[in-house]
């Protein structure tokens, strides 16, 4: 059998809870604790680019934030990049 491959946070979390006290056991506040620990580690993020726009909504005109990361191309608009 293959060892699955974790990316390295998932291998951390997996790592943190794989011994007693199980997130389960540690009552209403204590598995809040141990993940807020983990997910305040600093993670990379891709650059992105980001544009407001002004949709309309059932309540009127709302503004959009569309988020694409900055190697998206063709993936996020379904068109090529532009040249250039």
Known sequence: MNKPVLEP???ELTRA???PPFPYELGP???GKVLGALQATPVEKPGVREK???AP???GWV????VTTVDAGERAT????RPG
């Open 57 to 59: 909504a059932a309540a």
């Open 29 to 31: 506040q204590g598995p």
């Open 52 to 54: 407001w726009v002004t």
């Open 63 to 66: 503004p959009v934030r569309i």
């Open 17 to 19: 809870t794989v011994n």
């Open 9 to 11: 946070a998932a291998q």
């Open 78 to 81: 379904g068109r090529p990049p």
